[in-house]
T-cell receptor, first 114, second 113 residues
Framework: DQQVKQNSPSLSVQEGRISILNCDYT??????FLWYKKYPAEGPTFLIS?????DKNEDGRFTVFLNKSAKHLSLHIVPSQPGDSAVYFC?????????????FGAGTRLAVHP | KAGVTQTPRYLIKTRGQQVTLSCSPI?????VSWYQQTPGQGLQFLFE???????NKGNFPGRFSGRQFSNSRSEMNVSTLELGDSALYLC????????????FGQGTRLTVV
């Protein structure tokens, strides 16, 4: 049962344009959402997060949007740079029993080309 | 502040053997989680330890086990290795409170032949 889904396995974007990565979830108990970026042969790196009480969080070129009614979140990267080429994982968590458990999506491979 | 350290980085084992992977979390972090990454499967949650206690466990067979020591360092053990256990095993640490992001190590690449 995939509670967090990233339906696009890959995305190709031209340098300077906007990259939009999407993520859907099914569990309405999730209250905190995160995006991680992963380069080959490295562990995932935390990028940006958003609490369920917000609908937008911005950090430099990265903005995450949350639509709770649609159970959908997206990561916008503007402008996209070649160094952004990596696999992006969406993750969701719920605070239950005194701790968080992160559930990850399958990832979207972003390629930013000149 | 040192990051999450996983050892070894690479490992080749034969089917049927067992393996132990090690993870040293960020200083002060009490929660350590383990994930398995295989192509196309994302990060599959194995288990999480907090203050030497397993708090949560994913849907993996009993061949996968772990433990955490008093200094928060954690080990993961896989017994009777199968070819399908070949994967990148990632460890993540966090302080353990509410809404804290997890910080990952570089992972251990396990190949079972």
């Amino acid at each position: 049962d995939q509670q967090v889904k990233q339906n696009s396995p890959s995305l190709s974007v031209q340098e300077g344009r906007i990259s939009i990565l999407n993520c859907d979830y099914t569990n309405s108990m999730f209250d905190y959402f995160l995006w991680y970026k992963k380069y080959p042969a490295e562990g995932p790196t935390f990028l940006i997060s958003i609490s369920s009480i917000k609908d937008k969080n911005e950090d430099g070129r990265f903005t995450v949007f949350l639509n709770k009614s649609a159970k959908h979140l997206s990561l916008h990267i503007v402008p996209s740079q070649p160094g952004d080429s990596a696999v992006y994982f969406c993750a969701a968590s719920s605070f239950s029993g005194g701790y968080n458990k992160l559930i990850f999506g399958a990832g979207t491979r972003l390629a930013v080309h000149p | 502040k040192a990051g999450v350290t996983q050892t070894p980085r690479y490992l080749i084992k034969t089917r049927g053997q067992q393996v132990t992977l090690s993870c040293s979390p960020i200083s002060g972090h009490r929660s350590v989680s383990w994930y398995q990454q295989t192509p196309g499967q994302g990060l599959q949650f194995l288990f999480e330890y907090f203050s030497e206690t397993q708090r949560n466990k994913g849907n993996f067979p009993g061949r996968f086990s772990g433990r955490q020591f008093s200094n928060s360092r954690s080990e993961m053990n896989v017994s009777t290795l199968e070819l399908g256990d070949s994967a990148l095993y990632l460890c993540a640490s966090s302080p353990g409170g509410r809404r804290t992001e997890a910080f990952f190590g570089q992972g251990t690449r396990l190949t079972v032949v």
